[in-house]
């Protein structure tokens, strides 16, 4: 209600979207309490896998729509997200910093999917712009017979780059500037200051690297849409 | 024949931008000309396949084009676009950037002194130059891969008049020098009868005529 009424006092013009937001974000919520709630209960590792292969497919939708510059960017993106998922959950699984129980692979694969999904959608955003304002630049580089690859590299690395420096940042400033979800909610839970700075670190590492292998694959697969076999930029302009 | 087009066409949209054009390209130098919109600097990148044409078939050294590895093509057949584009960087930095492409040894103060710059701009950032010297720049940087034809589409288009001659005059030493060809695109006749021995007349995407710069432009 408070933001709505800045967002009305300040004609920002979001009101909707932010009455959207709030019943979107409950019912889901809830509809997610009630789905995790099940799953704790059956207890089989193959709901599990159902429910995150669930939340890839649902992600890589939602952040293809971030990145409409990008031809075919689904395919990409639901390859990231996959793998970035089962990178890091294999890894702290591997590890032995989580038990491969529903209960912790469901919030820690949401959490890392989420993390994913949101960094590879910025980094996507930003190849769509960049190969945009640059067709010239990467035109002229392949008429010297570079490789789409090299033509494409600097703005690949600029897009992994954006998607990849929010969490860098918030990672820096963890503790100083805010505190983590996580650390949070163990601490309102009554867990010892200890435990939960603990666990947030291994899962702040863990959303790092994930976040890493998203943009990473992402924009390395992404690129590839804006290239013909033949090493052409496509969508040419005529003169 | 250094290139031989035959019932070229190339659709982009709803827009047939070459219409089935037939020309010969012979050694030497060639001018493109034509009024803007007449599909010519298309045709300029439908020579080192930074497009390939929906119908049709273009011969390079009578062999067709689409025969030739498109990377490898296009180290010896160098296009230099309309507007200057050069990497982030000092001029050194794209010239050794295009001579690596290309496998060559890199020797940046002959290539800036035929582009007609002088050797101190080797360690300039591009971001600094001018519009004329980016433009003489990215000729030194297609030179630097040695090439065997030069594709040059509106060298001079973004140039005042003092700029334009000395562009004109350095390619006119260009082709006394190297055994070069050149392919250039220009709207101005005068432009291409001071610099082509051939030309290349396109309208509304198909050609007009085609031949001897003496005879067409007499």
Known sequence: MLAAAISYWQKADLERDIGIATVRSFVQLTAVGYAIKLIFEADTLWLVFALLAVMVVFGALTARSRAKKVPGAFWPLLIALALAGATTLGLVVALGVFEPTARYLVPVGGMVIGNAMTASAVALNRLGDEMADSRAKIEATLALGATAQQAAAPFVRRALRSGMITLVDSTKTTGLIFFPGTMVGMLLAGASPTDAVRLQLVLLYALLGSVAIAGLVATALAYRNFFTSAQQLRELESG | ?218
Not at chain 2, 40 to 47: A, D, E, P, V
Not at chain 2, 114 to 138: H, I, W
Request: proline share 6%; with cysteine.
């Open chain 2, 1 to 218: 024949m250094l290139f031989e087009l035959s019932e070229v066409s190339l659709i982009r949209g709803d827009r047939r931008v070459l219409d089935s054009v037939s020309a010969a390209i012979p050694a030497g130098a060639t001018a493109i000309v034509g009024p803007s919109g007449a599909g010519k600097s298309t045709l300029l990148r439908l020579l080192n396949r930074l497009a390939d044409p929906d119908a049709g078939t273009i011969t390079y050294r009578g062999r067709p084009l689409a025969e030739y590895e498109p990377l490898a093509l296009r180290r010896e057949v160098s296009l230099v676009p309309q507007l200057p584009a050069l990497l982030e960087g000092t001029v050194e930095s794209n010239l050794a950037y295009a001579a690596g492409l290309a496998g060559k040894e890199l020797a940046a103060e002959g290539c800036l002194r035929l582009a007609g710059l002088d050797p101190d701009f080797a360690l300039r950032d591009v971001a600094k130059l001018s519009v004329g010297e980016q433009q003489r720049a990215m000729l030194a940087r297609a030179l630097a891969q040695e090439p065997v034809v030069l594709l040059l589409d509106e060298p001079t288009s973004a140039l005042d008049h003092s700029a334009r001659d000395a562009i004109e005059a350095t390619l006119a030493e260009l082709r006394r020098e190297l055994e070069i060809s050149i392919v250039l695109v220009s709207h101005d006749p005068e432009q291409a009868r001071r610099l082509g021995d051939w030309v290349v007349r396109l309208e509304q995407g198909r050609a007009i005529e085609a031949g001897p710069i003496e005879e067409m432009m007499a």
